[in-house]
């Protein structure tokens, strides 16, 4: 297991965001998905490619006998003091050689979390005095879960604070924490009606996924609790589309909705990683709400893209990079 072991704490040193384990001919690529591209991480031989699979599996509860059929499973690997959490996809082609998919999903910590402009922060934290529902867009890896934490951890003192995620990415002793288990029935909806009827203060919900959940969430805003939640979206102007999609109607979100923020992950000149959001609140998040004509990043995003090259904070590669989310 040691060369295993290797491979993975290489991989995580390097912060790639997604190993894949291919069979190719008659041996297996790594390959490693860097910065937006696919690269040859490693060429192994056919009974490593299949060992590795079997011991990821065999650690994420995944059916190590079944080579066919698509498989998700999660498990946490520990590189030195840090923790990963690992989401993995295996499925078999038809010749039956299976092939595996693993995303690395990095904790953001307090030590490396830093604002490209921290203004920004406190245009957010006042959000959290308005209550109703403050939504959290970006990919993987762009630190959502950190701001959200950041963020309930200034109300912790006087307020009760409950997160329902799939899984647990942050340990917080001042939260009450609840993880997802769908094999015991206890997904988001569950967890969250659960949640209701223990009265507190401020929600946090991992992922807004389906009709159910987001109706739930909706609800619970409602209700007169603080909501903040993430949702998959390209965009700030995104997240108004996503809620209608997954069928909340208009009316709601007018009554519910007290901020979107879109966040990307940027690296500055100095080599180490900054956080930049795009925000709507106040009239321009009503006003979106009420025509859903948004399209792309905001004016505000642009400006402050332009305004980190001239400070000399990112490369002006680095902001064409973001230019559109």
């Known amino acids: 297991m040691e060369a295993f072991e290797k491979d993975l704490n290489v991989i995580i040193s390097r912060r790639i965001a997604d190993l894949y384990v291919l069979p190719f001919k008659n041996y297996y690529r790594l390959m490693a998905a860097e910065q937006g591209q696919l690269k040859l991480f490693k060429e192994v031989p056919q009974d490593y490619g299949c060992r590795l699979i079997t011991y ?3 650690r994420a509860d995944m059916a190590v006998s079944e080579h066919r059929r698509p498989q998700l499973g999660a498990m946490t ?3 030195g003091p840090e923790k990963v959490n690992l989401r993995l996809s295996s499925v078999g082609d038809y010749q039956g050689r299976e092939s595996l998919v693993v995303r690395f999903i990095y904790q953001l910590t307090d030590d490396r979390y830093h604002l490209l402009f921290p203004e920004q922060w406190q245009e957010l934290k006042t959000m959290l005095h308005r209550r109703g529902l403050i939504l959290f867009a970006g990919p993987m890896g762009s630190g959502k879960t950190t701001t959200m934490y950041r963020l309930a951890r200034e109300l912790a003192s006087k307020q009760v604070v409950m997160t329902i995620e799939d899984p647990v990415e942050i340990n917080e002793p001042r939260f ?3 993880q997802i288990n769908d094999l015991a029935g206890m997904g988001y909806q569950q967890l969250l009606r659960l ?3 223990h009265r507190p203060n401020v929600f946090i919900i991992g992922e807004i996924r389906d009709p159910q959940t987001a109706m739930m969430t909706i609800q619970a805003a409602l209700s007169g609790h603080l909501v903040l939640g993430t949702v998959h979206a390209r965009d700030a102007y995104g997240v108004i589309a996503r809620l209608i999609q997954l069928g909340v ?5 007018e009554q ?3 901020g979107v923020c879109y966040q990307r992950l940027l690296m ?7 956080v930049l959001f795009d925000q709507l609140n106040g009239t321009a998040l009503i006003k979106e709400m009420k025509k859903q004509q948004g399209r792309g990043m905001t004016d505000a995003w642009t400006h402050y893209l332009d305004q980190a090259v001239s400070l000399g904070q ?3 590669e680095e902001a064409a990079k973001y230019q559109n989310g």
């Open 256 to 258: 519910v909705m007290t």
């Open 314 to 316: 990112i490369t002006p």
């Open 249 to 253: 109607p208009s009316y709601y979100l």
């Open 268 to 274: 500055q000149t100095d080599g180490t990683p900054a």
């Open 195 to 197: 949640g209701l009827r």
């Open 56 to 58: 990821l599996k065999y």
């Open 77 to 79: 690997w520990h590189c």
């Open 176 to 178: 009450i924490q609840l």
